[in-house]
């Protein structure tokens, strides 16, 4: 027997035979013997692999599955060894194109210092055109640009060009000599530098036009310089005054930089001595103009930075200038360090605080919180002076910088004096009696050295001088303080909390109070207790909980509750139930509001008008009066009533009046009137002599009344609802008049008679229906 690996076949030399699929095989031969031999073949074929790729490259390729890279495209292969040790064949199919190569050249470098009218050319050979360039080639300031060229194959190339600009013209030494005091015999000189060179020089004022201008007075001088490619530079040249001239111009005062576009920037100097006026001089794009000590300037949108300066000058001749930079700004602030200062402040005092210099800041605003705490002085400056009172807790102080491209984010410090705090505390509100080792604590409190714990009630606190205490809760526990001092050198600051064993009484519960006859799905709330784990609800009888979520209830009022009732609710926990908190409900109408109309009355007014709101649900009114007056029928049941007070008895009368839905009568709004008994009003077309007859009455009655003049009467009936039954116009003669009414179509019961002509109101009677 023997074994044997091959890749795809193997040839047996015992037989000849070539085999190209694994298996067990035999060869029967003779021995030496002439008998049979049997030689058994284990045979395991394995397979060569191959595989493909294809890529496409710019220039060349560098194959992974060998290292090589390759500059032409075509057809490669590589062999390698499998996994089961046979051959295994890759071939990679290649593309390769010519990247292109891109040219740059300079067309015309930057004219003059600052200008942006440089130029480049770019172009392209080789590779597969067209070709695409990325970037901007015209109105290129000084700088080193790259370009790049990419072809129709997606293959690139890069260039790079620098543009040059020409130094800025300028003075790089000024001169002059003074004039004496009240002559022009004065000079001033520059030295120009940058640029081409080949200057020319132009002076104002005077138009002088060499680099020394003479004959000049006291003064300030500005000089244009031109170099050979007609770029400009500008200087300014104070000329002095011997003499009385004024003291030399202090440091400028002012925002340490400028945005284009933007006007009101003010600038000072402290006043000169000796000085009548001051001449500035602002940089090109900056316009202001004064003549005192202060300067407000605009910048425009060319403003490119440099100096603002301002010389004293007086009859004799000018001080010495005083310049200040103002560069463009172009950026917002850095954003602002921390502050620095004690942040533990103890008694009344003025304590100060700063914060190093921003970047491009031109203002530090600053801001404080806390009682009584103020800036005292530094607004607008890294640093400033704030007062606490000798009572001061806890505040902030904060800083932000500013400019006109805009602010910063804000820094903030707390600040501390007696260790004052708001905390909640942690731990439970609701515990029951008999109730040992109850944790409870505050977060700390900023500042704070030590705390102290005191209890009140049945509840012993164990030692503790942190933030966090351990309680105990007697036998006789119902309710108790718990109160944590906190200390430091400032003093001390106590705060207390309250612990009971039952939740607090619910606030008030929220719902209709008034108006619920037969009312449905009507809700009632509260808010959460802390401490609570449930809630029990109560009604009055006839009232019927539909839904209970704890804090709220919807209810149904029956047809059984008619009369008021209380809702109440308590807080529930496992230790008990908090006292009931309750709210009156009703199925009546709320009470109406006080009758309005005259507080005060003649006994003749006959028909005096008293009207009220209306009241949610009520269907009608219940009007009434004392003191002998009586209510008249125009609006009876409604808003409005009229009352007659021809019939008083009394100085004093109570108006009243009910609102009534179908479970009965509010309370009722009441009016207290004065009657003057003695007074008189002019007389009304109806005396008061309007008798009914028969009253009561079965089936007719007469109404019998004088009349002053010959008119039209309205006669009137209403119920006893208010309801208008009957109305009749009657012509009537002056003198006594009747008027019969015809009862049969009318129930029995109580009814209000009016008679009334136009304009004047009316007199009414009770009459009776049998």
């Known amino acids: 027997s023997e074994s044997a690996t091959a890749c795809d076949s193997y040839t047996w030399s015992v037989n000849g035979q070539t085999y190209t699929v694994g298996g067990t095989y035999t060869h029967v031969g003779t021995n030496a013997a002439g008998c049979p031999h049997t030689t058994t073949l284990n045979l395991t074929i394995n397979q060569s692999t191959s595989s493909s790729e294809s890529a496409t490259a710019c220039d060349s390729y560098t194959w992974a599955a060998n290292g090589t890279t390759y500059t032409v495209g075509g057809i490669y292969t590589h062999i390698t060894t499998n996994a089961a040790g046979c051959p295994h064949t890759a071939t990679l199919n290649l593309v390769i194109h010519d990247s292109p190569v891109a040219s740059c050249s300079v067309l015309n470098h930057v004219s003059c210092f600052g200008e942006s009218d440089g130029a480049v050319s770019v172009t392209a050979t080789g590779g597969t055109g067209p070709y695409t360039i990325s970037g901007t080639t015209t109105g290129l300031s000084q700088g080193t640009y790259t370009f790049m060229v990419t072809d129709v194959n997606g293959c690139t190339s890069t260039c790079t060009v620098t543009i040059n600009e020409p130094t800025k013209v300028e003075a790089s030494s000024t001169a002059s000599t003074p004039a004496n005091c009240g002559s022009s015999d004065g000079s001033a000189s520059v030295t120009a530098t940058g640029g081409a060179g080949g200057y020319s020089y132009s002076w104002s004022p005077g138009g002088q036009t060499g680099s020394t201008a003479t004959g000049l007075a006291p003064g300030v001088y500005t000089v244009t310089i031109t170099d050979a490619d007609n770029c400009t530079g500008t200087a300014t040249v104070t000329v002095g005054g011997v003499g009385g001239q004024p003291d030399p111009a202090g440091q400028i005062a002012g925002p340490a930089g400028a945005c284009r576009n933007q006007s009101g920037v003010v600038f000072t100097v402290p006043p000169v001595s000796g000085a009548t006026s001051y001449i500035w001089t602002l ?181 503790s001088n942190t933030n966090s205490v351990m309680l105990n809760f007697g036998p006789g526990f119902t309710s108790g303080t718990l109160t944590v001092t906190t200390h430091n050198i400032c003093g001390t600051f106590d705060k207390t909390y309250t612990i009971r064993s039952v939740p607090f009484m619910p606030g008030g519960i929220s719902g209709p109070g008034t108006n619920l006859c037969n009312l449905t799905g009507v809700t009632y709330s509260i808010a959460a207790i802390p401490g609570a784990t449930g809630y029990t609800w109560t009604v009055p009888s006839g009232v019927n909980i539909i839904t209970n979520t704890g804090t709220s209830i919807t209810v149904n009022f029956t047809a059984a509750f008619t009369g008021t009732g209380n809702i109440c609710v308590t807080a529930d926990n496992s230790c008990g139930s908090s006292s009931a908190r309750c709210y009156s409900v009703t199925a009546r109408p709320a009470p109406p509001a006080s009758p309005s109309g005259l507080a005060s009355v003649c006994k003749t007014n006959a028909a005096a008008t008293y009207t009220i709101p209306p009241v949610p649900g009520a269907t009608h009114y219940l009007w009434s009066i004392s003191g002998g007056a009586t209510p008249g029928t125009s609006t009876i049941g409604t808003t409005s009533q009229n009352f007659n007070f021809t019939t008083a008895t009394s100085t004093t009368a109570v108006i009243t009046v009910n609102a009534v839905n179908a479970c009965g009568f509010s309370q009722p709004g009441k009016r207290t009137v004065t009657v003057n008994l003695a007074c008189r009003e002019a007389s009304t077309s109806v005396s008061n002599t309007v008798q009914i007859y028969p009253n009561p009455a079965n089936d007719r009655t007469t109404v019998s009344f004088e009349a002053a003049s010959s008119a039209n009467y309205l006669i009137k009936l209403h119920d006893i609802l208010g309801n208008e039954v009957m109305v009749a116009e009657f012509a009537a003669g002056k003198g006594l008049n009747n008027y019969e009414i015809n009862l049969n179509k009318f129930a029995k019961g109580m009814y209000l008679l009016s008679v009334q002509t136009e304009g004047n109101p009316a007199q009414t009677l009770r009459l009776v229906v049998e």
């Open 283 to 463: 940089p090109i794009g900056a316009t202001g103009s004064s003549t005192s000590n202060s300067i407000t300037v605009s910048f425009s949108n060319t403003y490119a930075g440099g100096f603002i300066c301002v010389t004293p000058e007086n009859t004799c001749g000018l001080g010495i200038q005083s310049c200040l930079n103002v560069p463009v700004l172009t950026v917002r602030p850095a954003q602002p360090g921390f502050i620095i200062g004690n942040n533990l402040l103890c008694g009344g005092g003025v304590f100060s605080f700063s914060v190093p210099a921003m970047t491009n800041a031109t203002n530090y605003f600053w801001s404080v919180t806390g009682s009584g705490v103020v800036i005292v002085s530094g607004q607008g400056t890294p640093s400033v002076q704030i007062s606490v009172p000798t009572t001061f807790g806890q505040g902030t102080i904060s800083v932000r910088g500013e400019n006109c491209i805009g602010n910063t984010s804000t820094r903030t410090m707390v600040i501390t004096g007696k260790p004052a705090h708001s905390m909640s505390l942690n731990g439970p509100l609701s515990v029951c009696a008999n109730t040992s080792g109850v944790a409870y604590s505050i977060d700390p409190v900023l500042n704070a050295s030590s705390y102290s714990w005191t209890t009140t009630g049945d509840i012993v606190a164990a030692p």
